[in-house]
């Protein structure tokens, strides 16, 4: 198995290096650079290509490619213009904002998904079943901002149930209670909203699969042993059925990082998908290319995670 | 003479044969009356706004007047006006027409190019496939949305084709791929290898003898992406890097609700829009379930 990870990570070595190269001459496209952010009209032209010189502007590309990236690994993605402050800095603070979303969106969608799958599953043809099948179409058809302006209009606007934009009320100090609070119930509406579009993946491999066990031995054993139905389904199947889901983890991440730049954007969340949107929009480059290397990162990961996770819960896929 | 009797006889009987692809999912249909239904309400529907937005003048459409600013719904605006005096729903019926338009143009592009590619890499096998494997790979771990959107932004003299070039770049991976690995099987088959023996030409095998084997996984596939373009589409137009803001579209006008006096109290702005799209998404999503079911015969209901 360790040969499987093994080699799992280095396919993603050169992944990586190719995103990085696309990424990289995307930038060179991108108008201004390094020091655009610096400049005001009191700087002297000769000091800026001064400036540019030292810090290789002019030189081939590869030199510059090679620097950027070591740059990169230590963390230095330049300054954000727009911000002014260094582009490290400011991705950290949004990622954390986007990390507390992704981790309650992520229980959520477990919270609503495995009941529902194994309800469908259990009651395999019955209206309850029909019911979640159709639900689960549903989540699936409808584009993220669509779902997430309905439920901001209806949830946030007409009912007033939840606050409508931001990350936290501005009248708490940070650390107490409230504000703990505060910051939990920004996040409840866009975490609901992403839970409940990412369901049907989950719902319809759940249902399947404990369709598929009913005929399986190992449960008519349990059945004819006299063990309670409940009990086979709880203890037999649901678990067996259930380890796969796990692998659906790292799917996951890859979609949330998707949605978070519409589902953020909607409920003005300040985190690093709406800060992608408004990099964009200010053209602010620096932070547009540390947030693409930093998204393709985390997808690669991601889906390293799945595979991992895959090879350990089921062994035939494990390449040899 | 009793011999002609029996080829007579033979002629006339009619030798059973198991249903051809649009047999079966005429069937299926027939038999799910919702997909019935949706598909003929999907074709009405995407008829009458083709025919009806032929017949709007855009640059009358686009003019601003700003005493109808906001106008609610009644005799003049059906479905009031937007911030700048123009007639919701004019642009809903353009914005449809063009997000279609846009849909239908990516979607037999990149149909296109993933049923070549996967055809060939399926085909031959050996390092093709194991180059373009490594491409596809590539193309499925990058975030795609994000570097389609910084596209979009850098591209100099941005226009609706580059737009659709730029989309089908990212999106015929997922074609590929299934196509990929059905031509890889089938490609093993006896009747492949028997017309090999006979010196067939391959792409004369490829796109004459194998294609249509894979015909009815390439109608599912090109369904479900026409629906996920739709969706695509209106979504990077509701983040602003769709089309032009001069050009109407779906995703522009539900992003007017990025506005939260519009979002609370001028509803008619977006809310048509948006629920148009979700009917246009489980409608096409719906027909894609049906045809997928047809394509599989332990799935099928007719």
Redesign the interface.
Known sequence: MWKTIIRRILVMIPQLFVLSLLIFIMAKFMPGDPFTGLITPETDPARVEELRIKAGFYDPWYVQYVNWIGNAFQGDFGRSYTFNVPVADLIGERALNTLWLSLLSVFLLYLIAIPLGVIAGRFHDSLLDKTIVLYSFIVFAIPTFVLGLINLFFFGYELGWFPTSGTVDIKYESGTAGFIWSKFYHILLPAITYALLATTGIIQYLRSEIIDSKSLDYVRTAKSKGIPINKVYSRHILRNSLLPIAAFLGFTITGLLTGSIFIETIFGYHGMGQLFIHAINGRDYSVITALVMLFGFLTLLGSLLSDIIMSIVDPRIRID | MKNTEAIEASKEMKVSSPPTGFQVIAREFMKDKLAMFSLISLIVVIGSIYIWAWQIDQTQLMRISLRDKLAEPGEKFWLGADKGGRDILGQLVVGARNSLTIAISVTLLTGFIGVVIGLVTGYFGGWIDNIFMRII??F????S???I???V??VPKYNILIFILIMSVFLWVGTARVIRSKALSESRRDYINASKTLGTGNFVIIFKEMMPNLSSLLIVEMTLNF?GNV?LE??LS????GLPPSTPSLGTL?SY??D?FI??NA?WN??PA?LL??LL??A???VG?AIRRSADARQRLG
């Open positions: 790979d590539f499925i771990t990058i975030p949305l994000m570097i959107i910084v596209f932004t850098i629906a969706g209106t979504g509701f983040l602003g890097f539900v609700a990025t939260p979002m609370e509803w977006w809310l948006a799209i979700l998404m489980l096409i999503n719906y379930q």
